[in-house]
Nanobody, 123 residues
């Protein structure tokens, strides 16, 4: 079992930056694949970025590649999402998720979810 708590969301102007944090408690998150997803109003939840310990690879959605960076601090059991050059279309509730080591980019691959943090980008 792992519990996930996101923080760091807020209101930012287009072109600005935010850093989201996902604090994990319970089992060490190096046992899991970790991901970020987002859901905009009226839309399905979509993949943003993920890190797989077992595969030692990082995945990014095409819409955020080059602007967002996922990172982890094992000592703090915390995952981050650095978001730069934000656009109004990045507005959404952002969720962190944990899944088995082989989890990738699909929602259904992840077993544990945080409560979400709102990111709003104004034009």
């Amino acid at each position: 079992q792992v519990q996930l708590v996101e923080s760091g969301g807020g209101l930012v102007q287009a072109g600005g930056s935010l850093r989201l944090s996902c604090a994990a408690s319970g089992r060490a998150f190096s046992s899991y694949a970790m991901g970020w997803f987002r859901q905009a109003p009226g839309k399905e939840r979509e993949f943003v970025a993920a890190f797989s310990w077992s595969r030692a690879v990082t995945y990014y959605a095409g819409s955020v590649k080059g602007r967002f960076t996922i990172s982890t601090d094992n000592a703090k059991n915390t995952m981050y999402l650095q978001m730069n050059s934000l656009k109004p279309e990045d507005t959404a509730v952002y969720y962190c998720a944990a899944g088995p080591p082989g989890a990738g980019i699909l929602n259904d691959e992840y077993d544990y979810w945080g409560q979400g943090t709102q990111v709003t980008v104004s034009s």
